[in-house]
């Protein structure tokens, strides 16, 4: 098996071998160019080389070279790759919010903007600091405490990034935007008035201030390229070639940045995959990279060798993404071979599953195959890690979680545990009086404050503190205090704080119950997750507030746990030191999300369900289908996770439910036994090659997609002998001959039967048209009493000698006199079945004419028998099966791979 550096390129004579895809990318010189890279693809090289090749033919001075990415690691490893190759310095590398404060500094410098824009700036932390404040001072206008507000800190952070992304304000009439800018601009709105109370309240934070966040890096800077010509102009005389890479990620706002910069000579080349568009929620659209050609019209090129993973990985991604409509055709191309493998288990239910992923981390740091930094856990939302968590602390694992904290530290869960706990203290305070150690009686104090307003009952602060210090002065129970003193207040308070009186008391009562009801009897009780998604600024993060609740319900199912000896594991949890953040050893447990642009050795995804891959949303209503795009945008995210694994990818899935439809849509067990027949074949372990296998090995050889492979990158070859390989090979191009041969005969009698067919048809429709032509012609009986006039309908009926007898609605009125017909003839038709209508009759009365209105054929004429030439037998499923391109072009591949 190839060496991965040997797959990606090799060195000879001190150059860099580029693949041919590569190559043609570095070569494009002026015009807007787009190209498709995907995953594990080393486009930064590509990227990199093409920079070496404009500066190193003078084509373009290296400051005249703008090479932007998504972030800013991805910006130092260009820097650091062009520095190694020699390029001459000068080339503007950089993040495009860098780009956005370029356009700020170079806007201050020319005095469009108060020079304070550029002194003391932080932009890492204004924004948190922005929302802090904006928060305080909500709060004060409302004499409230800011926990009160109904707004999540970190959704609000989010929001707010989100809207500025693209180019949404807090107030447009008053952002006084030039005509242009409006077209693009937007006005917020939010389901939650408060969001948009808070973006207002930042917006006049942040002006007052003249502070400058990232997000406003990207909206100021579109701003000022919209509003000062003389800036536009600058930079764009100052870039003559743009390069972006990660196009799929861009926001709207960043879109808009580039589009102005490169209007002139559209030098615009894009970098970027389509199947990894996974940050909608925040502003991407996989529509920028796919409309990317038609807009500016751009040369399309494609990077499809993966360097990253191994055949049960890129054959498994493929047939998945496929089934994604509203993407650009292309397809991994494997070089890394078959030294990999991809394993789907089913274990009983998610407690399976997370002890099925830890026993096997386990063994693998024990046998020494792996490291913990060679390994990660993708979830697809953070509910999934309670399980996941108390497997490695038993097993004591260091992990660390990305993003977020362990789950017994979320905030949505502390508030279930404090209710917990707080009914705990509260059974004992009304037991035994207030606790004289302060430190005890403070933290249950400390308990009442925290939840008696989650969710927010209108309880009012001072009215709370002065219960707490009166429970403090009386040491007695603080609820009961509230409950004496409630006629203090007016109306609804009154009774909210009755309300949460008779809540905690019915919660003492059941803290004897499991764990388990009594926190899904209190999620409901208090209506919680509705007051999740109320406080949610994005709905899909209250979503997955929601499923973290459902999903620590579940886990105390687990451990069969009563409250008290729940919330005694859960405290103890706490204590440990297991989830270690700055341990570069830890296993590393992440979403999806978080995984974008990373790789390991070794990669499980719990939760291969249907309901969490994909996701739907707890609100859905049981049989609620899901949006095409929503659906496409989590397969590409489920396409993410597959194409993070160098070499042995874990899917597991719990029996309880369904399997994940992206999974069952692409048969995925099948078409991995599929992948290991050919591992089998190509690694020599199987003692006999049947020619079945033979045959179908040069079927999956098209339908994989491994043509590429087998003709730029594989080393093995397969069957343990050659000779005997090629033998099977050669009888099996003595079957295709014949299958051609038959084939040949089949086609010549096919077209023998359609050469009769058409003669058939060319008959009957000859006989039409003479029949149409022709009038009959009745010569009338002298008996006839009656001569039908013009119009008149006739029957004919043919009597058993040579006679055709005409008659009207009234009698007999002569016979077909057909030696005055020349266009009909008397075997022509079924007479009887036959109508005419009277066109006109002789003046003396002794015949008339009719013109046929329904003629059916004689039975036996012969115009109207079938053809003689029967079509031909159709050919045997094996034979077609031979005979198909796809089988075809992989035995043509095998040919050569067996030279």
């Known amino acids: 098996m190839p060496e991965v550096l040997d797959a990606i390129f090799t060195i000879a004579r001190g150059v860099l071998q580029l693949t041919d895809q590569q190559q043609a990318i570095v070569e494009h010189t002026w015009g807007p160019a787009l190209v498709f890279a995907v995953a594990g693809s080393g486009k930064t090289t590509c990227m990199v080389q093409r920079i070496k090749r404009l500066v190193e033919t003078k084509t373009v001075p290296p400051e005249k070279i703008l090479a932007a990415s998504f972030n800013n690691s991805a910006v130092q490893d260009i820097i650091a790759q062009l520095t190694a190759l020699g390029v001459a310095p000068g080339v503007q590398c950089r993040t495009l919010h860098a780009l956005g404060y370029q356009l700020v500094r170079l806007a201050a410098t020319r005095k469009h903007l108060p020079g304070e824009w550029l002194a003391g700036q932080d932009p890492e932390n204004m924004h948190s600091r922005l929302v802090g404040q904006t928060l305080t001072q909500m709060a004060m206008e409302q004499g409230i405490d800011s926990s009160e507000l109904n707004i999540d800190r970190e959704d609000l952070k989010n929001q707010i990034s989100i809207w500025k992304g693209n180019l949404v304000y807090a107030d447009l009439e008053a952002a006084a935007l030039p005509e242009p800018a409006l077209k693009l601009a937007r006005q917020a709105r939010h389901e939650h008035e408060a969001y948009l109370q808070a973006y207002r309240t930042y917006e006049k934070l942040r002006l007052r201030q003249n502070a400058l966040t990232f997000d406003d890096m990207l909206l100021s800077g579109w701003e000022i390229l919209q509003r000062f010509p003389d800036i536009l102009q600058t930079v764009r005389s100052q870039y003559r070639i743009v390069m972006v890479d990660e196009f799929q990620d861009v926001n709207f706002a960043q879109y808009c940045i580039l589009d102005l910069i490169t209007a002139p000579q559209r030098n615009y080349m894009a970098i970027g995959d389509d199947d990894q568009c996974i940050y909608e929620w925040r502003g991407a659209s996989p529509e920028y990279i796919l409309n990317f050609e038609k807009t500016y019209r751009a040369k399309i090129y494609t990077i499809s060798d993966n360097f990253r993973s191994t055949a049960p990985q890129v054959i498994l991604a493929n047939e998945m993404i496929a089934r994604n409509r509203n993407r650009y055709p292309k397809h991994l191309s494997l070089t890394r071979g078959f030294d990999g493998q991809t394993l789907i288990h089913k274990e009983a239910d998610d407690l399976a599953v997370a002890r099925g992923i830890i026993a096997e981390i386990r063994r693998l740091l024990r046998s020494g195959e792996a490291a913990a930094q060679d390994m990660a856990i993708l979830i697809r939302l953070y509910s999934q890690t309670a399980l996941l968590e108390t497997a490695l602390i038993e097993a004591g694992i260091p992990y660390r979680i990305e993003g977020n904290d362990p789950f017994y530290k979320r905030s949505e869960l502390v508030a279930l545990f404090q209710y917990l706990s707080f009914a705990e203290a509260e059974q004992t305070v009304r037991r035994q009086g207030l606790p004289a150690d302060p430190q005890q009686s403070g933290k249950y104090l400390q308990m009442l404050e925290s939840i008696v307003n989650t969710p927010r009952r209108y309880i009012a602060k001072d009215f709370v503190k002065s219960a707490v210090q009166q429970a403090q ?69 209250g979503i997955t507030k929601i499923q973290t609740v459902d999903a620590l319900v579940e886990f105390a199912r687990t451990t069969r746990l009563r409250c008290g000896d729940f919330l005694n594991f859960i405290r103890d949890l706490s204590r440990r030191p297991a989830a270690e953040t700055d341990n570069p050893h830890a296993l590393r447990i992440m979403t999806i999300y978080k995984a974008k642009g990373l790789e390991w050795d070794t990669v499980f995804v719990p939760g291969c369900n249907e309901g969490l891959i994909p996701c739907a949303a707890a609100s859905a209503a049981p049989g609620d289908f899901p949006l095409v795009q929503d659906v496409e945008a989590e397969r590409r995210l489920f396409y993410v996770a597959i194409t993070r694994a160098r070499k042995t990818l874990h899917l597991y899935h719990s029996a309880e439910k369904p399997l994940s439809p992206f999974l069952a849509e692409c048969k995925a067990e099948t078409l991995l036994e599929e992948v290991e027949n050919m591992t089998e074949i190509l690694q020599q372990k199987r003692p006999l090659l049947r020619r079945k296998e033979l045959e179908r090995f040069c079927r999956s050889i098209t339908r994989f997609h491994l043509e590429r492979y087998f003709s730029k990158w594989a080393k093995e070859s397969p069957g343990p002998n050659r000779t005997y390989a090629r033998f099977l090979l050669e009888s099996l191009e003595l079957k295709v001959r014949k299958a051609e041969r038959e084939y040949q005969d089949y086609q010549a009698k096919l077209q023998e039967h359609r050469e009769a067919l058409q003669q058939f048809e060319r008959g009957k429709a000859e006989w039409r048209s003479r029949i149409s032509r022709g009038a009959v012609v009745v010569q009338k009986f002298k008996s006839a009493l009656y001569l039908p006039g013009a119009g008149e309908i006739l029957h004919f009926d043919r009597l058993r000698g040579e006679e055709v007898l005409a008659m009207s609605s009234r009698g007999v009125v002569g016979t077909v006199d057909f030696s005055r017909m020349p266009e009909i003839g008397k075997a022509d038709l079924d007479w009887k079945n036959s109508q005419g209508r009277v066109e006109s009759v002789a003046p003396d009365g002794s015949w008339l004419s009719a013109r046929l209105t329904k003629a059916l054929p004689s039975p036996n004429h012969p115009q109207f028998s079938p053809p003689a030439a029967r079509p031909p037998k159709e050919l045997p499923g094996k034979t077609r099966e031979l005979l198909e391109p796809g089988f075809r072009k992989g035995l043509e591949v095998l040919k050569k791979l067996l030279k």
């Open 473 to 541: 002065r009386q040491r007695r129970s603080v609820v009961e205090v509230m409950l004496a003193r409630k006629e203090e207040l007016k109306g609804r308070s009154r009774e909210r704080v009755a309300e949460f009186a008779k809540l905690i008391e019915r919660l003492i009562r059941k803290l004897s119950q499991p764990a388990h009801k009594t926190l899904a009897w209190l999620a409901q009780e208090i209506e919680y997750k509705d007051h999740l998604l109320a406080i949610s600024g994005i709905y899909e993060v």
